[in-house]
């Protein structure tokens, strides 16, 4: 092992792993200790992004091919952790995936497919196991800041309740951010193979679809506006709940149901209170089809630096007892969530993983719940991240 790279990104010359290279590059310029290297379908290319974004001459390029599973596989015995942002997956991501398994490399996407994400784990969650990969999914703003958002204010809500929350709500009261052009194209994806397929529907209609063997209680299904009492705020879907909501409940079930088997969760989108509050959520629902449709962004395609250096978010997570009380925290990012940020995160992630979390166990995870607190502080520490307790 000590030979091989610690990190490999593979895509380093699409637009999210162009990032996730030039992050690397600058944040650990001077650790030594660290051994990385750019991989994708071209030498020139990973050449011209390696100079672009400063990194050192000496960088090492690895050229590897979807369509080339052989060129997958050597790119997987010279990593000691794989990250990928070369999707949609479904389409690109299965053989790399399966290479990480057989060799029992880790593994870290931005995966926002559920469709997808159920069948790997059905097909080599037991493989991974065996040799001793681990295989870390949705490790960007889908879903990390949620999944981090839960367990934080379920901390919150042990200390002051003496038992974790069985309700919690996660809200997005602030957001700026263009929606990513792979995430766009992960979803038309998924509705295409629905499309073909039918029975696939369940997968998308079922709040545990990452759990396995389990079933918890009825969730609300946040598919259209509805005004919160508590909150004092109209609410519209959040077009990312669909496979957060699913990764939180996985993280819950692979953590041991610190949150309960009776653990009910959902997020919206706030919009405000009044007329205008309720105008604003019907817009915002509207707005969610525009995020797949023809005028969406195209993978490869995103914001401007300075896009991503002004965007932000402020997610409010409330834990509620039984009897009413609740407990209030908050997670926010100081950077356009669906690029800047998240090459952070995953970049994070992967150091955590490797440094911090040496202990997590073989198999398929969420992030949060491999790494809980080590990868709070990281993200903290390093990401722009924050998590605050509120009032």
């Given at each position: 092992?000590?030979?091989?790279?610690?990190?490999?990104v593979?895509?380093?010359?699409?637009?999210?792993?162009?990032l996730?290279?030039?992050?690397?590059?600058?944040?650990?310029?001077?650790?030594?200790?660290?051994?990385?290297?750019?991989?994708?379908?071209?030498?020139?290319?990973?050449?011209s992004?390696?100079?672009?974004?400063?990194?050192?001459?000496?960088?090492?390029?690895?050229?590897?091919?979807?369509?080339?599973?052989?060129?997958?596989?050597?790119?997987?015995?010279?990593?000691?952790?794989?990250?990928?942002?070369?999707?949609?997956?479904?389409?690109?991501?299965?053989?790399?995936?399966?290479?990480?398994?057989?060799?029992g490399?880790?593994?870290?996407?931005?995966?926002?497919?559920?469709?997808?994400?159920?069948?790997?784990?059905?097909?080599?969650?037991?493989?991974?196991?065996?040799?001793?990969?681990?295989?870390?999914?949705?490790?960007?703003?889908?879903?990390?800041?949620?999944?981090?958002?839960?367990?934080?204010?379920?901390?919150?809500?042990?200390?002051?309740?003496?038992?974790?929350?069985?309700?919690?709500?996660?809200?997005?009261?602030?957001?700026?951010?263009?929606?990513?052009?792979?995430?766009?194209?992960?979803?038309?994806?998924?509705y295409e193979?629905?499309?073909?397929?039918?029975?696939?529907?369940?997968?998308?209609?079922?709040?545990?679809?990452?759990?396995?063997?389990?079933?918890?209680?009825?969730?609300?299904?946040?598919?259209?506006?509805?005004?919160?009492?508590?909150?004092?705020?109209?609410a519209?879907?959040?077009?990312?709940?669909?496979?957060?909501?699913?990764?939180?409940?996985?993280?819950?079930?692979?953590?041991?149901?610190?949150?309960?088997?009776?653990?009910?969760?959902?997020?919206?989108?706030?919009?405000?209170?009044?007329?205008?509050?309720q105008?604003?959520?019907?817009?915002?629902?509207?707005?969610?089809?525009?995020?797949?449709?023809?005028?969406?962004?195209?993978?490869?395609?995103?914001?401007?630096?300075?896009?991503?250096?002004?965007?932000?978010?402020?997610?409010?997570?409330?834990?509620?007892?039984?009897?009413?009380?609740?407990?209030?925290?908050?997670?926010?990012?100081?950077?356009?969530?669906?690029?800047?940020?998240?090459?952070?995160?995953?970049?994070?992630?992967?150091i955590?993983?490797?440094?911090?979390?040496?202990?997590?166990?073989?198999?398929?995870?969420?992030?949060?719940?491999?790494?809980?607190?080590?990868?709070?502080k990281?993200?903290?520490?390093?990401?722009?991240?924050?998590?605050?307790?509120?009032?």
């Amino acid at each position: 092992m000590s030979s091989k790279f610690d990190i490999v990104v593979y895509g380093a010359t699409g637009y999210t792993g162009r990032l996730i290279a030039e992050y690397l590059a600058a944040q650990y310029a001077g650790d030594s200790a660290l051994t990385w290297a750019m991989a994708g379908r071209s030498r020139d290319k990973l050449a011209s992004v390696r100079d672009a974004i400063g990194a050192p001459a000496d960088t090492p390029l690895i050229v590897a091919d979807a369509a080339d599973p052989a060129s997958l596989r050597a790119m997987v015995d010279q990593a000691k952790l794989v990250i990928t942002t070369v999707g949609p997956y479904q389409l690109y991501g299965s053989d790399l995936l399966a290479a990480c398994v057989a060799s029992g490399t880790d593994y870290m996407d931005l995966c926002g497919e559920p469709i997808w994400l159920k069948q790997m784990i059905d097909r080599h969650e037991a493989a991974a196991k065996a040799s001793g990969a681990r295989i870390m999914v949705s490790c960007g703003f889908d879903s990390v800041p949620f999944e981090l958002g839960a367990f934080f204010v379920q901390e919150e809500a042990r200390r002051a309740f003496g038992a974790p929350a069985p309700r919690v709500k996660g809200r997005v009261r602030d957001i700026s951010w263009k929606f990513s052009g792979g995430t766009s194209a992960s979803a038309r994806v998924t509705y295409e193979a629905v499309a073909q397929d039918l029975s696939l529907v369940s997968i998308l209609k079922n709040p545990f679809a990452f759990t396995p063997g389990f079933e918890g209680p009825k969730q609300p299904r946040g598919n259209k506006p509805v005004f919160e009492e508590d909150l004092q705020s109209w609410a519209a879907p959040f077009a990312m709940a669909t496979l957060n909501t699913r990764n939180v409940h996985r993280s819950n079930m692979l953590m041991g149901f610190p949150y309960g088997r009776d653990f009910v969760y959902d997020e919206m989108v706030l919009t405000g209170a009044g007329e205008e509050g309720q105008v604003n959520a019907k817009r915002v629902m509207a707005a969610n089809g525009e995020k797949t449709g023809p005028d969406a962004l195209k993978p490869g395609e995103g914001p401007s630096k300075e896009e991503r250096d002004n965007g932000h978010y402020d997610l409010l997570y409330v834990a509620i007892a039984p009897d009413g009380r609740q407990v209030r925290a908050a997670v926010k990012g100081d950077l356009d969530p669906g690029y800047a940020s998240t090459a952070k995160i995953i970049s994070e992630c992967a150091i955590c993983l490797l440094r911090d979390a040496t202990d997590v166990a073989a198999g398929f995870w969420t992030p949060g719940a491999g790494m809980q607190h080590k990868l709070i502080k990281r993200l903290q520490d390093h990401a722009g991240l924050t998590f605050r307790k509120e009032k």
